[in-house]
């Protein structure tokens, strides 16, 4: 039913009909109504500034070291970096994405700050990043491709809803896009026109 939190079901279904698109796609890994996002790459906060943060890469999760402790990265007490999924995400039209923090997570000690997605994100290669925070007062460590949240889809496809483009945001909104575009660009992501 158009409107509704899609169930495992229901999204295996928009991903063959490439509605969505997650890649890479392991269908086995779906839960009852959400998709495992891991962690790839880890980024400093270098300038929070006041459009947004500006990051540099410090760190990134190789595939194959998932099981190997050695690989972990180590969060100093209360350190935050932004982190990077290793699944990219395209969403069609109509369809919302919304992050849920993984469990894990709660029981290792970190926060993860994360907001939802829609169309056009994923047409121009757009990356899906998320704050994460240590909030333990003693070192704590990241696993590589940790579970850090879930991507849950609403399809709002069939409803009367009202326009949205760029235009619609705010100057603030488009101040932080335009930054992140910026750093995008030197840093080889390309965030797209928003258009």
């Known amino acids: 039913m158009f409107g509704n939190l899609l169930n495992n079901n229901e999204i295996i279904e928009c991903e063959s009909k490439n509605f969505l698109k997650i890649k890479p796609w392991e269908p086995n890994k779906l839960q009852p109504a959400h998709y495992p996002l891991n962690a790839c790459v880890i980024h400093q906060v270098v300038d929070p500034g ?14 194959g070291d998932e099981n190997n402790e050695d690989k972990a990265y180590p969060f100093e007490a209360n350190e935050y970096f932004v982190v990077e999924i290793f699944q990219s995400i395209t969403l069609s039209p109509g369809i919302v994405g919304k992050f849920v923090v993984a469990s894990n997570l709660i029981e290792k000690g970190f926060s993860l700050t994360g907001g939802k997605i829609t169309y056009p994100f994923g047409e121009k290669r757009e990356v899906v990043r998320f704050g994460i925070k240590n909030l333990l ?49 030197i840093g080889g992501v390309d965030y797209g026109d928003g258009t």
Do not use: C, W
Not at 50 to 63: D, L, R, V
């Open 50 to 63: 006041k459009s947004g943060a500006i990051t540099k890469p410090i760190h990134t999760f190789q595939e």
């Open 137 to 185: 007062s003693v070192k704590n460590y990241l696993m590589p491709f940790h579970k850090i949240a879930y991507i849950e889809f609403f399809d709002m496809r069939g409803l009367n809803n009202l326009p949205y483009n760029f235009s619609d945001l705010t100057p603030r909104d488009i101040e932080i896009y335009l930054a992140r575009k910026k750093k995008a660009e």
